[in-house]
């Protein structure tokens, strides 16, 4: 079972910065696919950062591009969201998640199996 935990989340003003950290652990935490999802009150999780792990292949949301950077490091199992000129609108609980498959719609939440408990952001102005 692969377990997931993120950490980093804060209350931060905008245009500051953040770095998420998603550790995986257990039985098939090489996971083809990891990503950063976020869901805000009222709103559905919606996709920040996904990566093909064994590529580097990543996937950004238009939200974000341009500010947010996923990256990993495979000899630690570890997902990172490095999150710049952040904004209110980025206030959110930001989850990392991992699929079991390649045939999956990378920025599609419902296609990733496994989650971490989130880590909040908040963004003030």
């Known amino acids: 079972q692969v377990r997931l935990v993120e950490s980093g989340g804060d209350s931060v003003q905008a245009g500051g910065s953040l770095r998420l950290v998603c550790v995986a652990s257990g039985y098939g935490s090489d996971s083809p696919y990891m990503g950063w999802f976020r869901q805000a009150p009222g709103k559905e999780r919606e996709a920040v950062a996904t990566?093909?792990?064994?590529?580097?292949?990543?996937y950004y949301a238009a939200s974000v591009k341009g500010r947010f950077t996923i990256s990993q490091d495979n000899a630690e199992r570890t997902l990172y969201l490095q999150m710049n000129n952040v904004a209110p609108e980025d206030t959110a609980m930001y989850y990392c998640?991992?699929?079991?498959?390649?045939?999956?719609?990378?920025?599609?939440?419902?296609?990733?199996?496994?989650w971490g408990p989130g880590t909040q952001v908040t963004v003030s102005s």
């Open positions: 990566m093909q792990t064994r590529l580097n292949i990543t």
């Open positions: 998640a991992a699929a079991d498959s390649l045939a999956i719609r990378v920025l599609n939440p419902n296609d990733y199996g496994h």
